[in-house]
């Protein structure tokens, strides 16, 4: 199953829309569209998820039902959550060493120990 992320990406390039085309024709902003594509905030790093009113406007534009989308978004598995686990590390590598190294230096410390 793919992202929401990625299924509204990909309805917009179907439709030859460019982000501020799409956030027009949604009712939200560019920026905010193009977070919940990525499903992070670039400047935080964190998750990015719509509002219910957001998630209907999105499903309106580009004809989504929404039932489909409520099962994006209350069916997580560890597949996806290690896949943001990981993404999340490498945006702090790159924006925030510091926080790296601690959460790093934090999962070591609560890692159980390995039997041989």
């Not at 510091?98 to 410390?109: G, W």
Request: contains cysteine.
């Amino acid at each position: 199953m793919i992202s929401f992320g990625e299924r509204i990406f990909h309805e917009r390039m179907a439709r030859g829309w460019s982000l501020r085309q799409a956030s027009a024709h949604i009712g939200i902003s560019h920026t905010y569209l193009a977070s919940i594509e990525k499903e992070y905030d670039p400047r935080t790093g964190n998750p990015v998820t719509p509002s219910r009113d957001n998630l209907l406007k999105i499903c309106n534009a580009y004809s989504i039902p929404y039932r489909e989308t409520e099962q994006m978004f209350t069916s997580v598995n560890e597949g996806d959550t290690v896949k943001f686990l990981i993404t999340q590390l490498r945006i702090f590598r790159k924006t925030n060493k510091k926080l790296y190294h601690m959460i790093l230096s934090e999962a070591e410390k609560e890692a159980p120990a390995e039997e041989d």
